[in-house]
């Protein structure tokens, strides 16, 4: 009898039209991008980078399912998200839903804002996966490159955690507010008692 090894894309079928798989969300991040801004951490990353922070996220199979209109609702409910950021996992593998959620936020408003193992360049090349370029044409900003160990900064001038991340600022109304420090950490207490700590892991002594 052969073995049939598992293939990780094969999973994302599996999601229904209109939702997302997420690892988490909080609102009122500061450490996520520019203001105070609610984050959502998408299902599912092929890169297993050493030192990654969310190694929960790397499997592609279902954690939470929502919907994007509860997740709209969800966002905007809360007065003082200014701004979205997606992170992971890798946001650009469920890029349809994101840029119809991205869609729904920057109606109201809001900016938006992604974290991305891809280069821009790999985005932009044929093979890239599904959907890419409608949410690239909903982005604010984009922070791009994998997360790199070795490459990692310790300042609390960067806003990126190696140095082989770029920002790519697409909306120039947001060039003052590019002051956020990727050395800091917040935990957020969940309704349960539960904690989600978001950040950068290497400033963490706990």
């Known amino acids: 009898m052969s073995h049939v090894k598992h293939n990780p894309y094969l999973e994302l079928i599996e999601i229904p039209a209109g939702y ?16 105070c801004r609610a984050v959502v951490w998408v299902q ?3 890169r297993e980078c050493p030192g990654c922070f969310n190694p929960a996220s790397w499997s592609f199979e279902i954690n939470q399912l929502i919907s994007i209109d509860s997740l709209a609702e969800k966002i905007l409910s809360n007065p003082n998200n200014e701004g979205v950021t997606f992170s992971g996992g890798e946001p650009f593998w469920q890029a349809p839903a994101l840029a119809e959620l991205a869609r729904r936020v920057k109606a109201a408003g809001l900016n938006v804002l992604s974290f991305t193992g891809f280069t821009l ?53 947001l060039s003052d507010l590019l002051t956020w420090a990727s050395d800091q950490i917040e935990i957020h207490i969940l309704k349960d008692g539960s904690r989600i700590v978001t950040g950068y892991r290497g400033q963490m002594t706990f």
């Open 121 to 173: 360049e790999q985005l932009q090349l044929p093979y890239a996966p599904a959907g890419v370029q409608d949410l690239l044409d909903q982005l604010d900003l984009l922070i791009d490159g994998p997360y790199v160990e070795s490459l990692a900064i310790h300042s609390p001038d960067s806003l990126v955690s190696s140095s082989n991340q770029r920002v790519h600022l697409f909306n120039p109304t």
């Open 44 to 46: 599912g990353c092929l």
């Open 20 to 35: 997302l798989n997420i690892m988490g969300y909080v609102d009122e991040s500061e450490v996520n991008g520019p203001g």
